[in-house]
Nanobody, 126 residues
Framework: VQLQASGGGLVQAGGSLRLSCAASGGTFSSLAVGWLRQAPGKERDVVAAINWSGTSTYYADSVKGRFTISRDNAKETVDLQMNSLEPEDTAIYYC????????????????????WGQGTQVTVSS
């Protein structure tokens, strides 16, 4: 499966952005998907994850209540709605996937993900 992330940009603090991860070439519906981010000099961490059906989600504490992950298996997309953005959210954001073959697993650490999209830059100005 190939993943492609889009939707990044420059936004002022307090603003919103919506990232989208589009899949092609594989069985998207059996894929657990995560959004990860990497700021300069920092590790690439999972900020949100969703299981294959969209019934289970995970959020890092730093984004809980501000970010929402969702998926549309018919359109083969996973979106990350980011509200109340802060300068600390500035990073390159990646979507990534791991086949779970319809188990309800989702993944909190980057080492579980096998398929990666290219990053999209999010910059939040103060």
């Amino acid at each position: 499966v190939q993943l492609q992330a889009s939707g990044g940009g420059l936004v002022q603090a307090g603003g919103s952005l919506r990232l989208s991860c589009a899949a092609s070439g594989g069985t998207f519906s059996s894929l657990a998907v995560g959004w990860l981010r990497q700021a300069p000099g920092k590790e690439r961490d999972v900020v949100a994850a969703i299981n294959w059906s969209g019934t289970s989600t995970y959020y890092a504490d730093s984004v809980k209540g501000r970010f929402t992950i969702s998926r549309d298996n018919a359109k083969e997309t996973v979106d990350l709605q980011m509200n109340s953005l802060e300068p600390e959210d500035t990073a390159i954001y990646y979507c990534a996937g791991h086949y779970t073959y319809y188990s309800d697993s989702l993944y909190y650490t980057r080492d579980k993900y096998d398929y990666w999209g290219q990053g999209t830059q999010v910059t939040v100005s103060s």
